[in-house]
């Protein structure tokens, strides 16, 4: 499901997936900065998005039920230039229409670097 898709040009790999829990990285290189040699906000926001909506698919009745990012917020608070960023999503809110996961994404030193808030869709798949 990844291949060819923007967690794949990004660079981002899921490293943990529990129920409620989702963490994973992003390599902070020529992909993902911007001009100023910067990791982009846009990316941050990529991998958050990313995380919210893999751990919101691991809450749904796959056989019936899709998500969909329907709402996200971030606050980058700590410049990155180089190495990895790690991005722990947990969920704060279930319910049968919604979700809403916090995440917090960090660098190799374990500073906080972005601070994002994402609220999920849960819709019916149509057979």
């Not at 990791?39 to 893999?54: F, K």
Request: contains cysteine; charged residues 20%; aromatic residues 4%.
């Amino acid at each position: 499901m990844i291949e060819k898709t923007l967690l794949d040009t990004l660079g981002i790999e899921i490293t943990h997936l529990e129920a409620g829990k989702v963490i994973a990285t992003m390599p902070v290189d020529e992909r993902t900065k911007q001009p100023f040699g910067l990791l982009h906000g846009g990316a941050s926001v990529a991998l958050a998005e990313t995380v919210a909506s893999v751990g919101a698919y691991e809450l749904v009745d796959k056989e019936t039920e899709g998500v969909a990012g329907l709402e996200i917020n971030a606050n980058h608070v700590r410049p990155v230039t180089q190495g990895y960023v790690t991005a722990v999503g947990t969920v704060l809110h279930q319910g049968k229409t919604t979700m809403v996961w916090d995440i917090k994404i960090t660098d190799e030193q374990g500073r906080l670097n972005c601070i994002s808030r994402c609220t999920m869709a849960i819709f019916k798949v149509k057979k």
